[in-house]
C-alpha cells in the first residue's frame, strides 16, 4: 500500500443500541443489532489496529456507554497506544462511567448538544439538555477534556449565539459544528434539515466567534470550502497560519469506519451495501486497509468524476467536491455536485445575476474583466453562454480555451482551442492553448509538436509559447532542449529575456 494512504483515525460504532430516540439520528438507532462484534472480536480489532499504525479513534453508537464492555475495548485501544475518544449522548453520565472512562484512558468525551433547551429536548428527549450540563461537570471535574457536537438544523441555526454564551462559561475543550443532512430519522424530519444557506451563516458565527473569543469553534470536514473567514476559521482550529489545510475527503485514505458488526467503510456516514470494503470477522484490517481495490470510490476520484460546478471548479482537484456523504445524500452520488459549498452558492449567486445579461458583447465584455481580474470561473460561465449563441466566435473559443486551462479544465480547454483550430488551423494561440492542454492531458510529445507550430505561425511578438515550450521540456527533464529553446525567444526581445531572467538562470544551474 502506497505511504499516500497512511491510517490516521477512525470511527467505531461500537453499538447502534441507544437510550434515546432522536429526531436527526443519521444511523436511525434503537436497539443493539444482531451481529454486534463480542468482546473477544473488538478485542482483536483493537490489536489488529495497533499493527495498522492507527493514531486515533473514536468510539461511537448509538449510544456507546449502553453495551457493558465499552470501556474494557477503549482500555485495550490505550493499552496499544491508541488514543480512544468517545462521543455519548450525556443521558447515563454519572461517576461510575466517568471513573470507568479516566481508568480507560479515554482522551476526549464529546457530547451532542444540538440547541437551546427547548430545542436539544424536542430532538433528543426532555430533560437532556439538563443532564448535559451536569455531565460537562462531571467529565471536566474528573480532569478529561470535554468537547462538544451540534449538528445544525433548521431550528438551531437561530441560537448559535446563545449556545455560545453558555458553552464559553464551561470548561470546555472545543465546540465542533456539523451539517444536518436528510438521512437516517433525519430524513423523516424534513422541517429540520439544513439548507445550503445555512452553511454561510455557520461560517461568518465561527469567524466571529473566533475574533471574540471564547470556546473553541472547530468546523467539521462538511462545512466549506474556500470561503476566506473559513480558512481563517480553520488555520485558528489548527494553530497553523500557514497554508489552508482542506485536501478533500479523508475516508480510505487517512480515516476509515467500523460498524457494529464489523463492517468496514470509509467513512460511517456512507455505509450502504456498495460502500462496504470487508469485514473484520472474515478479514483482517489490515488487509482491508492495505487492499488496492478497496475504497476506490475515494481513493480514484479525481475532479472531472465529479458533476455539475465541482467538475468545473477552480479548486475542485484540490477539494475534490468536500464532504463525499453531503454529495451522496443531496445529490444522489458520491461524485454529485456538492451544493452546500460555500464556494459553490457564491458562483450560483452570481450565476444567478449574470444570466440577466443576454448581449452577448456585453457578456464578451465582462470575461475579459473577469480574466483580467483573475476571475476565471465567472470568466467561464459567462463564455459558455457566448459560445452557446454562437459557437464561432472565436475571440470567446480562445478566452474560454485559457479560462479553461487556468482553471485545470484541460479537456474543455482542449476541446476550444481545437474548435478555434477548425476555423483557423494556423491560429499561433490557439495552436499554444491545444499543444499546453494535450500536454496535461498526457500526451506531452503531440503537445511539443503543436507549440513548435505555434512558434513557427507566429510572430515576432507572440513570444509567449518559447516560455510555455521551455516550461514543458523542463517538467520533462528535458533541460537542454528548454535552454535551446528559451535562447531563441531571449534573442529576439529584450523585454522577453528580462521576463525570463530567474527560469533562465534555473535552468543554468
Known amino acids: 500500500m502506497s505511504n499516500l494512504y497512511n491510517p490516521i483515525t477512525a470511527v467505531w460504532e461500537i453499538t447502534m443500541g441507544c437510550n434515546l430516540r432522536c429526531k436527526h439520528c443519521g444511523s436511525s438507532c434503537e436497539n443493539a443489532l ?40 477503549a482500555s485495550r485501544l490505550s493499552e496499544n497506544g491508541i488514543i480512544p475518544n468517545m462521543i455519548t449522548n450525556g443521558w447515563l453520565m454519572d461517576d461510575e462511567i466517568i471513573k470507568k472512562a479516566k481508568s480507560a484512558g479515554i482522551n476526549t468525551i464529546a457530547i451532542s448538544l444540538d440547541g437551546l433547551q427547548k430545542t436539544h429536548d424536542h430532538i433528543r428527549k426532555k430533560g437532556s439538555f439538563d443532564k448535559i450540563m451536569k455531565s460537562f461537570d462531571i467529565i471536566t471535574g474528573a480532569g478529561i477534556n470535554c468537547s462538544v457536537i451540534t449538528t445544525i438544523n433548521s431550528f438551531n441555526i437561530n441560537e448559535l449565539e ?36 445555512h452553511i454561510d451563516r455557520v461560517i461568518e458565527f465561527a469567524y466571529n466567534s473566533c475574533k471574540k473569543g471564547g470556546i473553541e469553534i472547530q468546523l467539521a470536514d462538511c462545512i466549506g470550502y474556500f470561503n476566506n473567514k473559513e480558512i481563517e476559521v480553520r488555520k485558528a482550529q489548527s494553530g497553523n497560519d ?5 485536501v478533500g475527503c479523508g475516508a480510505g485514505k487517512h480515516n476509515f469506519g467500523i460498524l457494529h458488526n464489523g463492517d468496514v467503510v470509509g467513512c460511517t456516514s456512507i455505509r450502504s451495501k456498495e460502500f462496504i470494503e470487508g469485514n473484520v470477522k472474515e478479514t483482517s484490517i489490515i488487509d482491508i486497509w492495505n487492499n488496492d481495490k478497496l475504497f476506490a470510490w475515494n481513493r480514484e476520484l479525481t475532479k472531472d468524476k465529479l458533476k455539475g460546478l465541482c467538475s468545473k471548479c ?9 464532504c463525499a456523504n453531503t454529495r451522496l445524500t443531496m445529490d444522489g452520488s458520491v461524485y454529485g455536485e456538492n451544493r452546500y459549498c460555500s464556494y459553490n452558492n457564491a458562483v450560483k449567486r452570481a450565476e444567478e445575476h449574470l444570466n440577466r445579461v443576454s448581449d452577448s458583447r456585453l457578456l464578451l465584455d465582462k470575461s475579459r474583466t473577469f480574466i483580467k481580474n483573475n476571475s476565471f470561473q465567472l470568466a467561464g460561465i459567462v463564455l459558455e453562454k457566448v459560445i452557446e449563441a454562437d459557437n464561432n466566435n472565436c475571440e470567446a473559443l480562445a478566452l474560454y480555451g485559457f479560462a479553461s486551462f487556468m482553471l485545470g479544465n484541460y479537456i474543455d480547454a482542449k476541446n476550444s482551442n ?25 500526451d506531452v510529445e503531440e503537445g511539443i509538436s503543436y507549440l513548435k507550430k505555434s512558434i513557427e505561425f507566429g510572430a515576432e511578438s507572440f513570444l ?4 510555455d ?15 535551446s529553446i528559451l535562447d531563441k525567444g531571449r534573442s529576439i526581445s529584450q523585454s522577453f529575456r528580462d521576463e525570463t531572467d530567474d527560469f533562465y538562470k534555473m535552468l543554468l544551474a
Not at 478555434?420 to 495552436?431: E, G, H, M, N, R
Open 34 to 73: 444482531e451481529g454486534e462484534l463480542i468482546t473477544q472480536e473488538a478485542l482483536k480489532l483493537c490489536d489488529e489496529m495497533k499493527l495498522l499504525g492507527l493514531k486515533w479513534i473514536t468510539l461511537s453508537g448509538g449510544e456507546p456507554t449502553t453495551r457493558e464492555d465499552w470501556n474494557i475495548i
Open 162 to 197: 446563545e449556545m455560545h454564551g453558555i458553552l464559553s462559561k464551561k470548561n470546555l475543550f472545543g465546540w465542533q459544528i456539523q451539517l444536518g443532512l436528510p438521512m437516517g430519522n433525519m430524513a423523516h424530519n424534513n422541517e429540520l434539515v439544513s439548507s445550503p444557506e
Open 242 to 246: 500557514g497554508e489552508y489545510g482542506w
Open 314 to 322: 477552480i479548486n475542485g482537484s484540490r477539494c475534490l467536491g468536500g
Open 418 to 442: 481545437e474548435k478555434l483550430l477548425s476555423i483557423s488551423p494556423t491560429d499561433p494561440y490557439a495552436l499554444k492553448g491545444y499543444g499546453l492542454s494535450i500536454a496535461k492531458l498526457g
Open 464 to 467: 509567449d509559447p518559447y516560455h
Open 469 to 483: 515550450l521551455a516550461v514543458l521540456l523542463y517538467e520533462n527533464g528535458r533541460i537542454d532542449d528548454a535552454i
